[in-house]
């Protein structure tokens, strides 16, 4: 089975289309996502739309997370200006964010899966490949406590498609779908089960990319 992963999409509509139409190529049977959908970009409710619309599973990231805060930034600091429009929000978008979980469990081709973004337990917190291997295994134990069964743990938030494999569980990242308005991978993920093959690809170009892999 082929699952296609994104994560930090960053309200660019434009990227996120790039990224549906390369995974629908690939193959694949199920897309997860690992959180922040918007913020940066000006295409938040386009993007929460075609999530919902795909029925696409997402975490709430940290921006996800401030969104409703950020807006009423906006709106108190400068107003309904025709520049700003396009950044605020609707309702049923920013309820729709809300209702997000911080992390979820599922099983694909008898194998479970955990999704955050930054870790399960805090969504600002980074795991980069450079980091100390205690934080890899602190991941680790955290999606245990979620699903016992767990084999792979799919985070975000880096922007820096990643993989490790931490005492028998992988821990993949597929880096950021926006490439636009925020610094960026602007890349996405086909993971392939049972197997575990994890595959990252550059949304400009389509070539495979290999990520840096951490054991």
């Not at 992963?5 to 049977?29: P, Q, R």
């Not at 490949?129 to 245990?144: C, L, T």
């Not at 699903?147 to 821990?171: E, F």
Request: net charge negative.
């Amino acid at each position: 089975m082929k699952v296609g992963l994104i994560a930090d999409v960053h309200a660019d509509l434009l990227s996120l289309i790039a990224a549906l139409e390369l995974l629908n190529k690939k193959g694949v049977e199920q897309i997860l996502c690992a959180g922040d959908l918007v913020d940066k970009g000006p295409d938040g409710d386009a993007v929460i739309e075609m999530i919902k619309n795909r029925a696409i599973p997402s975490v709430r990231g940290n921006h996800d997370a401030a969104i409703s805060r950020s807006q009423e930034w906006i709106k108190r600091n400068l107003g309904f200006h025709p520049a700003t429009k396009a950044r605020l929000l609707k309702q049923e978008s920013l309820e729709f964010i809300d209702a997000l979980p911080p992390y979820f469990s599922i099983t694909l081709d008898e194998t479970s899966i955990v999704v955050a973004h930054g870790i399960p337990s805090d969504h600002e917190v980074y795991l980069y490949s450079k980091s100390p291997r205690a934080m890899f295994e602190n991941a680790v134990y955290e999606a245990g406590t979620i699903d016992h069964d767990v084999k792979v743990l799919i985070l975000g938030h880096t922007h820096a498609p990643m993989m490790a494999c931490i005492d028998g569980v992988w821990i993949l990242n597929p880096g950021s779908v926006a490439g636009q308005y925020t610094d960026g991978s602007n890349t996405c993920a086909v993971l392939t089960l049972p197997e575990c093959k994890f595959e990252v690809f550059d949304l400009v170009t389509g070539m495979r990319i290999v990520p840096p892999f951490v054991q």
